[in-house]
């Protein structure tokens, strides 16, 4: 194995154990922990450093600053004093052992005019000159000798220390910055100086000093609100202690870019950003559901409520029909699987984001225009999620745990409404009688016993509780000038409040970061987690146990009389009781994401950067399938595991020539990712209690899958701005994929955007309302490769039988032509701020034009293969993104500020295959009757686009039907008084597929969401409200429950429908046979899905620093969080927030009896150490 490059040996490992296949998981693990033992073994050991406060000394005529040395190095204190005064000091000699720190002090400065002071909480000793005897302390300011001597401790508001932080003399050149402790000192300083302090993301401070009429000096603060923020003694030594307010300045934000980060009043292209405090302890199980509402042009949506479920995320609209939406997620550099882990599990819809730990992360960006995202390339047409998690810094370590527990509970008001048991049996007994009037011979010979009047089950409320929710985080950061570090480690349980279902979440996160020389730093993040999933195998298709108690009839018992459940229902449902308790589908999931890197400062402003990355998920399921009236029992396991490892190396120059200031990038990038699933099923289990596949009497099913792809890129971008006002980037990659065809393995991927700052244009600096103004814009492509790793190859099928034979036989025809589909999008912006900042503005334009859309095509029957995959079609969406973000009010007691945002989108298709105009698709069964498909895709209308018929009430007589309107054929079905009128749109007097149109659009018009938070003291209140317009809802859940055919039960809404000649309603006739179809996909399922929520709203209290400190604590904060509080809609489903299908572009919007929504009340509290 000596020449094969180490990416490719852990590839052979990983997925060429013949004998254990998933063993290298185990000793991955293995060599984890013995890393993790070993780290936590270091990082005690610095923590550790100076704990002891004794001191062993010996020498002769030692200078005073060596004596210094030497305590600093045993104890860990830090001494502080100016230098003026270890100037012509004696030497010292001494000779002790193990003596206190005090005692030693004060053997080495005895007879050398020089007090000091131990702070044993900041470890810290303050040096400052002794008085001469006998002079009063009272003596007047002239008679003082030494300079004024300042020193003391900077903090930010949870009282940690902060280092590097600036502290400036106004007006001269002197200055010095706090070390890992927070520490500095200051001495030589004129009457009267003005001490500029600030420190990136921290509103800045002026300290003045000055004589006290007590004699000494004293510290204040120059602008009087910020007086409570400093604490100062008066004497020759001035002692202060600060807190720094946090910045809520916009501008002066450093955000993550690709590959680097930039100051947000120097961005030239669409960045949002959502840092840890906006989404800190809301109760959601993955970090994706953090975005939702928070940034303009980014729309989430929660398909299900099952818990560790996949969430749905477009960033500036729906781009490809085949090839994916999600964006490409990137954690701290690392590209990773993002969205539906359903490929590699038996079809269970878990989310691969819900490995990380929300609480771990610092910030998260979406790159949403193509100059942002371009260095991402051949992956970036959805957009980009950057997600950095948190770091070590200087200072002692800070430990910080949070937990919290809470409830959950569906929304029992908007819980679909169902006939009780009378009024059930009444519609059976209608319904038969008219299906004998509608010429119905045949009906099903079921009859309602006389015990249903004594039956009234409630379906729902058997297989619906209320659960808990929980997570407990612990958390500790610090370091020093050579090693910082950050470790957490997290537990998240989560119960569904459908019966035996949940998901649990193990994490653990080592991020470090070692400045090996002062040219050579290195460091890594690394992050482990154990997610499992508690799924019952029929959510996603006819056993779901939410959708069958709804559709169930209240008439039938769960029991039989005996105990056992009863199975008998004539309409074909199974008992979704005995389901929920007997089927199982346990899945779990580690993962593995990190990498290491090395960075060199090659010369002054030239770094270069390699690092070597790796995204790891092994999955296993377990499955059971109970057996039931309508199958056997059934088992299946799953093994799968996908491993991929990226090389990346970069090198990176920052420079400037007076007023030009430029900087470059230029980077090689090479990934590798394999895929490997196994897969058996049985049948005939003797018995449920054992379900492993050896209890099954037959082994149905053996499958096994291997894959392969890779990626080698090359990438630069150039930046350069003139006077910090004109600003100019330029972005090119080129990348490498084996999964198009030979004639198309490499695309270039080019971006460019400007940027003209106004508001430093000398006609505006006299705009006093105006702090800030820029404009700027972009163009730029990229790519979208989410297909299948050999599409461009031809796929083969070993399961075809010849004759008896197994053989091979080609499932599509290679295409060596096949490429990317591109985006190119063009955008324009304006961001602009006013009255020093208290209102910002952010407003974005773009055109996203995309092409070559990955599409099957259909082929002619003599090809002998039914399609073939090609670049043919193409969409485009527009639209405009606003942000605010204001502070209304703002004192020393109270603050209120408001984000708010709105995002308006229009998505079109300008083109299908074969120059085709529309394409009928099929959707999942709904229980609409026949194989009528419920979307289209059509060229000048947008994806998600429902398809039916129009509908305009109800006949009310027979003689309504003037013109003879028939079903399907001229000598079909006549329709009569109590059918559904269905618009004859081509005048031929028959209702058939030609009367189709589209009859609804599942895309909003506008998404948003706006955010308030009040401040009064120490308590903060937090309303976050999230919206969307203009989306409609295909109710296929009330459509079941209002065609009153057969012997589903019904919805109350059916209480006025229509019974006799002349009734007036928009509800059918109960009719057994359903003979006009009205059932039929129709506009009379649409419904409006627009609602505004209360997504979020959190109380909480810090409890004040003179009870921390009694308590022996940093800070301590309590809060309460309720969750989806109050949803206001029109929509009459369960929820408007749905997509039965999940992320499937062709069934956007149905509503068909999804695991629901709930309610979430929690109780938590932050603990400082």
């Not at 092994?618 to 059971?624: A, P």
């Amino acid at each position: 194995m000596k020449n094969t490059p180490w990416h490719r040996y852990v590839g052979t490992r990983l997925f060429h154990d013949r004998q254990q296949p998933f063993r290298c998981i185990t000793k991955m693990l293995l060599v984890m922990k013995l890393t993790i033992l070993l780290l936590t073994v270091a990082f005690l050991n610095v923590s550790a450093t100076g704990l002891s406060q004794n001191v062993t000394i010996s020498g002769k005529d030692m200078p005073l600053k060596k004596v210094f040395s030497l305590i600093e190095q045993q104890t860990g204190f830090v001494v502080f004093g100016p230098a003026y005064l270890f100037e012509s000091k004696k030497p010292i000699s001494l000779d002790v052992q193990n003596r206190p720190l005090a005692d030693v002090l004060e053997m080495a400065l005895k007879g050398q005019s020089l007090n000091f002071r131990i702070d044993h909480t900041g470890k810290t000793i303050f040096l400052s000159p002794a008085r001469s005897p006998g002079t009063p302390a009272d003596q007047p300011k002239e008679a003082i000798t030494p300079p004024a001597l300042i020193s003391g401790t900077i903090r930010n508001p949870s009282g940690e220390p902060l280092a590097d932080v600036s502290i400036r003399v106004k007006g001269t050149n002197t200055g010095t910055s706090t070390n890992g402790q927070g520490l500095f000192t200051l001495g030589n300083l004129p009457d009267n100086a003005v001490l500029q302090i600030s420190s990136i993301g921290y509103e800045p401070m002026e300290v003045g000093i000055q004589h006290s009429p007590a004699g000494g000096y004293t510290a204040y603060a120059v602008n009087k609100t910020q007086a409570s923020l400093i604490k100062a003694t008066t004497g020759e030594t001035v002692v202060v202690n600060i807190t720094l307010e946090l910045n809520t300045s916009k501008l002066d934000e450093v955000q993550v870019i690709a590959y680097g980060t930039q100051k947000a009043k120097y961005m030239t292209n669409a960045v949002s950003s959502v840092k840890a405090r906006d989404i800190a302890n809301v109760p959601v199980a993955s970090v994706d559901a953090l975005l939702q509402g928070r940034t303009a042009g980014v729309q989430v949506v929660q398909n299900s409520g099952a818990p560790g479920g996949a969430v749905t995320v477009r960033v500036r609209g729906t781009t490809s029909i085949n090839a994916g939406n999600n964006p490409l997620y990137v954690v701290d550099g690392v590209p990773t699987e993002s969205g539906d882990q359903s490929p590699l599990s038996l079809g269970t819809t878990t989310n691969s984001i819900a490995s990380i730990n929300p609480n771990d992360i610092e910030s998260i960006e979406v790159l949403k225009d193509a100059s942002a995202s371009s260095l991402y390339g051949s992956r970036a047409a959805n957009g980009v999620v950057l997600i950095t998690t948190k770091r070590g810094k200087n200072g002692p370590p800070t430990i910080n745990f949070n937990v919290y527990r809470g409830l959950q509970k569906d929304i029992v008001d908007n819980r679909p409404k169902k006939l009780n048991n009378l009024q059930y049996i009444e519609l059976i007994e209608e319904q038969r009688a008219n299906a004998l009037s509608s010429g119905v011979t045949s009906l099903y010979a079921f009859v309602i016993p006389d015990s249903a009047t004594n039956i009234n089950t409630d379906w729902l409320g058997a297989v619906l509780r209320s659960s808990s929710i929980s997570n407990y985080d612990l958390s500790i950061r610090g370091g020093n000038d050579k090693l910082r570090y950050a470790l957490s480690g997290g537990y998240f349980d989560q119960e569904g409040i459908v019966v035996n279902t949940g998901f649990q979440r193990y994490n653990l996160r080592i991020n470090t970061d070692y400045e090996a020389t002062p040219r050579l730093k290195i460091g890594n993040s690394l992050s482990l987690s154990r997610s499992t999933f508690q799924r019952l195998p029929g959510e996603d298709n006819g056993r779901s146990v939410v959708r069958v108690s709804v559709y169930k009839a209240v008439v039938l018992p769960v029991y039989n009389g005996d105990g056992s459940y009863y199975v008998g229902d004539p309409a074909g449902y199974i008992n979704p009781v005995m389901v929920a308790n007997g089927d199982k589908m346990a899945t779990g999931v580690n993962t593995v994401i990190g990498n290491v890197y090395a960075e060199y400062k090659v010369l002054k402003g030239l770094n270069f950067r390699t690092s070597w990355g790796i995204d790891f998920s092994g999955l296993k399921d377990d499955y059971y399938q109970t057996a039931t009236n309508l199958s056997q029992a059934s088992g299946a396991a799953n093994y799968a595991q996908r491993l991929t490892t990226i090389n990346e190396n970069t090198l990176q120059y920052k420079g400037a020539v007076k007023d030009h200031h430029f900087n470059a990038l230029v980077g090689y990038s090479v990934q590798q990712r394999r895929t490997e699933t196994m897969r058996e099923s049985a049948m005939n289990y003797s018995t449920g209690r054992i379900t492993t596949l050896n209890a099954a009497g037959t082994l149905s099913g053996a499958y096994s899958y291997k894959s392969a792809s890779g990626i080698e890129s090359m990438f630069s971008r150039i930046g350069y701005d003139y006077n910090n006002k004109y600003l100019l980037e330029l972005s090119l990659r080129n990348d490498g994929s084996s999964k198009f065809g030979k004639n198309n393995k490499y695309a270039l991927f080019p971006a460019a955007s400007i940027g003209w700052r106004l508001s430093d244009e000398a006609f505006l600096r006299d705009v006093k309302m105006l702090s800030d103004l820029k404009l700027r814009a972009s163009i730029g492509k990229t790519g979208n490769d989410n297909i299948g790793d050999f599409q461009s190859q031809g796929v083969y099928s070993t399961n075809s039988n010849y004759n008896g034979y197994p053989g091979i036989a080609p499932n599509d025809l290679p295409n060596e032509d096949l490429k990317w589909e591109t985006t190119t999008q063009y955008n324009a912006g304006l961001d602009a701020s006013f009255f020093n900042e208290r209102l910002s503005i952010s407003v974005d334009a773009y055109i996203k034009k995309t092409k070559d859309l990955l599409l099957n095509v259909i082929l002619p029957s003599s090809a002998g293969i039914k399609n073939t995959l090609q670049n043919v079609g193409s969409t485009e969406n527009k639209g405009i993104e606003l942000s605010i973000h204001s502070t209304n009010f703002s004192s020393r007691k109270f603050k209120w500020t408001t984000n708010f945002n709105i995002s308006f989108n229009k998505n079109v298709i300008t083109g299908l295959a074969g120059g085709g105009q529309e394409i009928i698709l099929s959707n999942g069964t709904t229980g609409q009757g026949g194989s009528n498909p419920l979307s289209i895709l059509k060229v000048g209308d947008a994806i998600g686009s429902f398809y039916g018929w129009h509908t305009s009430g109800v006949y009310a007589y027979s003689t309504d039907n003037k013109n003879g309107v028939r079903d399907l054929s001229s000598t079909g079905y006549l329709f009569r008084s109590g059918d559904e009128i269905f618009q004859d749109r081509n005048s031929d007097n028959i209702i058939d597929n030609n009367d189709r149109d589209i009859i609804g659009r599942a895309l909003p018009k506008f998404t948003g969401g706006f955010d308030n938070s009040l401040s009064y003291k120490r308590f903060e209140l937090n309303v976050f409200t999230q919206f969307s317009y203009g989306n409609e809802l295909y109710n296929a859940t009330r459509a079941m429950l209002e065609n009153m055919y057969q012997f589903a039960a019904a919805g109350t809404r059916v209480l006025n429908r229509w019974r006799k000649e002349g009734d007036i309603t928009d509800v059918p006739r109960a009719d057994h046979g359903d003979p006009g179809n009205n059932r039929r996909a129709s506009e009379r399922w649409i419904e409006d899905g627009s609602y505004l929520r209360i997504k979020t709203v959190t109380l909480s209290y810090n409890l004040p620093v003179p009870l921390t400190k009694k308590m022996k604590i940093r800070s301590l904060r309590v809060y309460a969080t309720a969750r989806n509080l109050l949803t206001l809609t029109s929509y009459t489903g369960w929820d408007p927030e749905v997509s039965a299908f999940g992320a499937s572009v062709t069934d956007l919007g149905i509503d068909y009896g999804n695991y629901p929504q709930y309610r979430t009340f929690i109780l938590g509290a932050t603990l400082g150490l």
